[in-house]
T-cell receptor, first 112, second 114 residues
Framework: EADIYQTPRYLVIGTGKKITLECSQT?????MYWYQQDPGMELHLIHY???????EKGDLSSESTVSRIRTEHFPLTLESARPSHTSQYLC???????????FGPGTRLLVL | AQSVSQHNHHVILSEAASLELGCNYS??????LFWYVQYPGQHLQLLLK??????LVKGIKGFEAEFIKSKFSFNLRKPSVQWSDTAEYFC????????????FGKGTTLSVSS
């Protein structure tokens, strides 16, 4: 069982609010990822990190930002939430050199 | 651009029926291949993976998948499904290079009736 955690699990928030989605892993993995998934659709990579102080944008353009100050922590921030940000956000991690990714439980975000 | 196609959006089976879920990818080089499963209310979990070697790989819970390089396919199979296999199944691919992320298919929802 992989140890990767996301909070909150569910979030309902008004337009214009700043939100941070938390993701932590206790496996010492170097690589971490954020995916966005709309119902019935594939997961799309929005951010990834290969280590501390390394962050890159993924295939899907996103207005969110991420930081990687500590190996185990990879938070995602939306400065001003909009209804178009309503989605499920999944965090994942993997060990350097091994591409098996372990996923957190996800955060379901609803922006009103 | 690389992509993954899962042909079946929703599959409905009775218990003990055989299962095959199709997955094709578009990438000409060497790839790593995965099937992930998401049971209702749970995390995405790795079902099985292929990196190299025997193209027939076995995963958890009696699932297996066959990599057919000439067809760019990695179909998932199970000879006899159970009600507890009801879940969403995702095929994913990553090029066999350091520093690349997974590309997922849209997923297939499997509903098994008892």
């Amino acid at each position: 069982e992989a140890d990767i955690y996301q909070t909150p699990r569910y979030l309902v928030i008004g337009t214009g609010k700043k939100i941070t989605l938390e993701c932590s892993q206790t496996m010492g993995h170097d690589k971490m990822y954020w995916y966005q998934q709309d119902p019935g659709m594939e997961l799309h990579l929005i951010h990834y990190s290969y280590g501390v102080n390394s962050t890159e944008k993924g295939d899907l353009s996103s207005e969110s930002t991420v930081s990687r100050i500590r190996t185990e922590h990879f938070p995602l921030t939306l400065e001003s939430a909009r209804p178009s940000h309503t989605s499920q956000y999944l965090c994942a991690s993997s060990r350097q050199g091994r591409e098996t990714q372990y996923f957190g439980p996800g955060t379901r975000l609803l922006v009103l | 651009a690389q992509s993954v196609s899962q042909h079946n959006h929703h599959v409905i089976l009775s218990e003990a029926a055989s299962l095959e879920l199709g997955c094709n990818y578009s990438y000409g080089g060497t790839v790593n291949l995965f099937w992930y499963v998401q049971y209702p209310g749970q995390h995405l979990q790795l079902l099985l993976k292929y990196f190299s070697g025997d193209p027939l790989v076995k995963g958890i819970k009696g699932f297996e998948a066959e990599f057919i390089k000439s067809k760019f396919s990695f179909n998932l199979r199970k000879p006899s499904v159970q009600w507890s296999d009801t879940a969403e199944y995702f095929c994913a691919v990553t090029p066999n290079q350091a520093g690349t992320a997974l590309i997922f298919g849209k997923g297939t929802t499997l509903s098994v009736s008892s």
